[in-house]
């Protein structure tokens, strides 16, 4: 769908107002940037008219026919996200800048600020492989003077407003601030090389325990026999501790399955614990049925009687409450009196005689 173009009224007559135009997409830069001997930079630097010279106001205006040759420098040591901001500030200072970028060389580094982790050449390629950089200048000057403005064609200066001082001088951009030909760029708080150098001696031993794990000799690190012991066993115990961390959180991942996997055999095993021993389960139909059967053989069924009514049973009662009377013998043994002892031997003697006479006729019979 067309977009409608603004329309304005001028003396009266519409007109069409053009929407702005975007600038085209820039590409990543594919290859380093030249050196300042280098034929491509010498090439730029003779298309340049330096004839003219350009005022701040000339190159804030954006209609100055040629690039505007921008120069920053430094020592670029362990080149860090805060060099990459300076840089990317002077190139956009102004509308079309051609950007130089000066790196001071190991022996005039060492002598006016210190040493330095990183060679000059490591630095030089460090800085040429920034995608804001259109040139780099070997072994620059530490101050500019101007045989070197006018060697490089160069129109501006950037670095940041903090006056920077020598043995000599309090600031040694101070000259180019005078001519006008000074632009001021901002620093990164808190990302400096310093800064980076003493994090590394504040850890020392862990970097130095991380370069023996990586195949470096204590030679090399310059670490004596017992310090290279110490930390090989310093990275066995780190090694012990990441291991057994990897291992908590690796349980910690699986802790919320294994409860619930938990949770659902709890209640399998409790449903059947419930179907083997509780009130309804089996064992107690088992156990009862047994004790059914275990009483009927213990008891067998009683054979049919008396009638059990409520009188019977009361009579039954009754007569066992009353004792039968005693038995008495045959024969009354119970004493004589004195005048009865004859006639009771008499007795007795009669007796006796018809037993004897009964033996007699048994034995005649045989």
Not at 290 to 310: I, N
Request: charged content about 35%; hydrophobic content about 30%; glycine content about 6%.
């Amino acid at each position: 769908m067309s977009r409608k173009r603004p329309r304005g009224e001028l003396n009266g007559v519409n007109v069409s107002i053009p929407e702005p135009v975007n600038p085209p997409f820039q590409m990543s830069i594919r290859k380093p940037a030249p050196y300042s001997d280098e034929l491509d930079a010498e090439l730029e630097r003779e298309r340049s008219d330096y004839t003219t010279r350009i005022t701040y106001k000339m190159a804030k205006s954006g209609k100055v026919s040629r690039p505007i040759r921008v120069y920053a420098d430094g020592i670029y040591d362990l080149f860090h996200q805060g060099h990459a901001r300076q840089l990317m500030q002077a190139k956009n200072v102004f509308p079309n800048v051609y950007l130089l970028v000066g790196v001071c060389s190991d022996e005039l580094t060492h002598s006016k600020k210190g040493r330095t982790v990183m060679t000059d050449f490591e630095r030089y390629e460090a800085v040429r492989n920034c995608r804001y950089v259109d040139e780099v200048v070997r072994e620059a000057p530490w101050e500019l003077d101007d045989d070197f403005l006018n060697k490089h064609k160069i129109d501006f200066v950037a670095h940041d407003e903090i006056p920077y001082g020598t043995d000599d001088c309090q600031d040694v951009y101070a000259g180019l601030k005078a001519k006008g030909m000074f632009v001021a760029t901002e620093r990164t708080e808190g990302v400096s090389t310093s800064d980076i150098v003493a994090r590394i001696v504040r850890d020392y031993d862990i970097y130095v325990r991380r370069n023996l794990a990586r195949g470096y000799s204590a030679k090399e690190l310059n670490v004596s026999f017992l310090n290279e012991k110490k930390f090989r066993l310093q990275n066995k115990m780190v090694e012990l501790k990441d291991k057994g961390k990897r291992v908590m959180e690796n349980i910690g991942e699986k802790k919320v399955d294994m409860i619930q996997k938990w949770e659902e055999k709890s209640r399998d095993f409790i449903d059947a614990f419930l179907l083997l021993f509780g009130r309804e389960g089996r064992l107690s139909h088992i156990w009862n049925e047994s004790k059914g059967r275990l009483m009927q053989a213990l008891s067998p069924p009683s054979s049919p009687g008396r009638d059990s009514s409520p009188t019977s049973s009361t009579s039954y009662d009754r007569d066992e409450a009353e004792s039968p009377p005693p038995k008495t013998g045959r024969y009354d043994f119970s004493p004589l009196p004195a005048n009865n002892l004859r006639d009771n031997n008499i007795l007795n003697n009669d007796y006796s005689d018809d037993d004897n006479d009964d033996e007699d006729d048994e034995r005649q019979s045989k």
